[in-house]
């Protein structure tokens, strides 16, 4: 009798080590998920490698979690399992029919097909009838790097939104409506509060999937073909694209809570929620490549439609003496992330310290700068160029010489030390004084070996001469001087200005390229050119693809690009000097 008990147990326990159950539910409405989950018998570790992707449909892998099962009779243990399961969480984006692939699961060295699968979302129908959502996007053709707004409308019916339940009240939140927006191929720009509140705004909470914050929307007139007996709002929010290419956008969604009835648990009384969740249409937008045509040198990443300006803190100065100027980048654009020039290499100045400052519609550059040139009459004219979305081209604007007055001497040597002479005392007899000559008959010629004796030393002080002249103009060049020092400017910038401008920068140094070049989209062809090698220059061109899309919120980790470009810098050190280092 016992045996026959333990027949479906021990069956179970020695059959096919895969199980596979759900998804349950099968049928979903949009908005809701299903759960597939993946059982295996065993103690040994697995990974799903490559998890099942379908169009319209979100997966989430979680696992593997571990439990041990037991079965006893008598307080004897007669069976045991260890089981690994994996839970993935499936909610789809629009109404359909969807297929799970066959995929597999690694555990130890064998390798669990987990069959195909299929999945059901039906609409929503209260979701429909109760809720308002629509999704408008700039209606045109964007470029990588160009601000562009997002308009989503939300709206709830009105007797429902006298019931909703608001879980953010004690936050400040005025609406109990959730949006959530999952774009990972776009960055947000939250906009700066300037001024009073706009009239009818009203604060919701606004997510990405991972995390939540305030955000105003304001109460708009119902639109046409939306029932009359709606609240409706307008949420209008810029937006930056990381990557060229056709973006297809996941649709929004509204959730919201609301109140059914109460319990009647004596003494208390609790809510009973409801839960909606409306799911919008999906976006789509084209986002086209910056042109690599007229794009000029002194172009970094600035897109959108500016103005330049230019002031210095003084006009008159000693040659030496700090001043202070103010480079102001004003307008329309991707002004979070706007770069201005370094102005390392000013004529008749030199730049020790740079700091930004970011207003909601403009940058500010403080430069501290000396004059090293008592001849400078002027302080020379600054370029900015950017990138006109509205018009598709490169422009570059620079700013007018501002005329200056420098007092002190050109070259002028430091003065002498108290008590000290202007010169060395002059002799009151020489040399000639103590020699006499004697008149011993005409010299013959000196013997070979004297002459040889006598070359030598003057061979090698000729030699000493040329070699310290080739030195000093190689000390006052200022190219051989960048190339030489392009390791330590590195350093000085990796920690003041981030990655991406330190390893441009280094680039042109060791190169003796423009600041600016090394974001060409040519840099391939300018790094064979100046004869780096094929695994370095790929190196090279992946880690500038990845720090440019950094500065669109792309890329890794700053510390990973950080350690990569250390190591390029400390590759290049190593290589073969360049063409530029290797001139005499």
């Known amino acids: 009798m016992l045996g026959l008990l333990l027949i479906p147990f021990l069956t179970l326990a020695q059959g096919s080590p895969l199980r596979v159950e759900g998804p349950d539910p099968a049928t979903v409405l949009l908005g809701e998920g299903s759960?597939?989950?993946?059982?295996?018998?065993?103690?040994?570790?697995?990974?799903?490698?490559?998890?099942?992707?379908?169009?319209?449909?979100?997966?989430?892998?979680?696992?593997?979690?571990?439990?041990?099962?037991?079965?006893?009779?008598?307080?004897?243990?007669?069976?045991?399992?260890?089981?690994?399961?994996?839970?993935?969480?499936?909610?789809?984006?629009?109404?359909?029919?969807?297929?799970?692939?066959?995929?597999?699961?690694?555990?130890?060295?064998?390798?669990?097909?987990?069959?195909?699968?299929?999945?059901?979302?039906?609409?929503?129908?209260q979701a429909q009838s109760e809720t308002y959502l629509a999704v408008l996007g700039p209606g045109r053709p964007v470029y990588k790097g160009e601000l562009f707004e997002i308009r989503l409308d939300f709206g709830v019916r009105r007797s429902l939104f006298r019931k909703l339940n608001n879980p953010w009240e004690n936050q400040g939140i005025e609406l109990p409506i959730h949006i959530v927006a999952q774009w990972p191929q776009l960055l947000p720009i939250e906009a700066e509060d300037g001024g009073r509140p706009r009239q009818g705004e009203h604060s919701f909470v606004f997510g990405d999937g991972k995390e939540n914050r305030a955000a105003k929307a304001v109460q708009i007139p119902v639109p046409s073909g939306v029932d009359p007996d709606f609240y409706v709002f307008e949420y209008r929010s810029k937006w930056v694209a990381k990557r060229g290419g056709k973006l297809e956008l996941d649709p929004p969604s509204l959730n919201l809570q609301w109140i059914r009835g109460y319990t009647r648990d004596f003494p208390f009384q609790r809510p009973v929620l409801g839960k909606i969740e409306r799911v919008g249409d999906p976006l789509v937008l084209e986002v086209r490549e910056l042109p690599e045509e007229g794009r000029p040198s002194t172009f970094t990443n600035a897109v959108g439609n500016f103005v330049l300006s230019a002031r210095l803190s003084k006009t008159r100065f000693s040659l030496g003496a700090p001043i202070e100027l103010r480079l102001r980048v004003e307008g329309e654009g991707n002004i979070p992330f706007l770069e201005l020039p370094e102005l390392d290499h000013l004529p008749g100045f030199n730049r020790f310290s740079k700091k930004i400052e970011r207003g909601r519609r403009s940058v500010t550059g403080r430069y501290e700068l000396a004059a090293i040139d008592a001849g400078t009459r002027s302080f020379p004219s600054i370029e900015f160029s950017y990138f006109d979305p509205k018009e598709g081209r490169y422009k570059t604007l620079r700013t007018d010489p501002i005329p200056v007055e420098i007092s002190g001497k050109r070259g002028k040597g430091l003065s002498l030390l108290k008590g000290a002479k202007p010169g060395l005392p002059e002799m009151e007899e020489d040399i000639r004084d103590f020699m006499e000559l004697g008149d011993d008959g005409a010299a013959g010629p000196a013997p070979w070996w004297i002459w040889t004796v006598?070359?030598?030393?003057?061979?090698?002080?000729?030699?000493?001469?040329?070699?310290?002249?080739?030195?000093?103009?190689?000390?006052?060049?200022?190219?051989?001087?960048?190339?030489?020092?392009?390791?330590?400017?590195?350093?000085?910038?990796?920690?003041?200005?981030?990655?991406?401008?330190?390893?441009?920068?280094?680039?042109?140094?060791?190169?003796?390229?423009?600041?600016?070049?090394?974001l060409d989209p040519k840099l391939d062809q300018r790094l064979t050119a100046e004869g780096v090698?094929?695994?370095?220059?790929?190196?090279?061109?992946?880690?500038?693809?990845?720090?440019?899309?950094?500065?669109?919120?792309?890329?890794?980790?700053?510390?990973?690009?950080?350690?990569?470009?250390?190591?390029?810098?400390?590759?290049?050190?190593?290589?073969?000097?360049?063409?530029?280092?290797?001139?005499?």
Do not use: H
């Open 35 to 125: 759960i597939l989950r993946i059982r295996i018998q065993g103690s040994e570790k697995g990974r799903i490698p490559k998890p099942p992707q379908v169009p319209g449909l979100s997966i989430e892998v979680g696992g593997p979690s571990i439990e041990q099962r037991f079965q006893s009779y008598n307080g004897r243990t007669i069976a045991n399992e260890t089981v690994s399961t994996w839970t993935l969480s499936l909610k789809p984006k629009r109404v359909g029919t969807f297929e799970i692939p066959a995929f597999q699961v690694l555990v130890g060295n064998r390798a669990y097909k987990v069959p195909s699968r299929t999945l059901r979302c039906v609409p929503n129908k």
């Open 454 to 518: 006598l070359s030598v030393p003057l061979a090698a002080f000729f030699s000493m001469i040329l070699f310290q002249r080739s030195r000093e103009r190689e000390r006052r060049d200022p190219s051989r001087r960048r190339v030489r020092e392009a390791k330590k400017r590195f350093d000085r910038n990796l920690e003041s200005q981030g990655t991406l401008k330190a390893f441009s920068i280094y680039l042109a140094d060791r190169f003796g390229w423009d600041e600016g070049a090394a």
């Open 533 to 584: 090698g094929e695994e370095l220059r790929s190196q090279t061109l992946s880690l500038m693809a990845e720090l440019q899309a950094s500065r669109y919120g792309g890329g890794g980790s700053e510390e990973e690009r950080a350690s990569r470009a250390r190591a390029l810098v400390a590759a290049y050190e190593k290589s073969k000097p360049s063409k530029k280092e290797g001139r005499g």
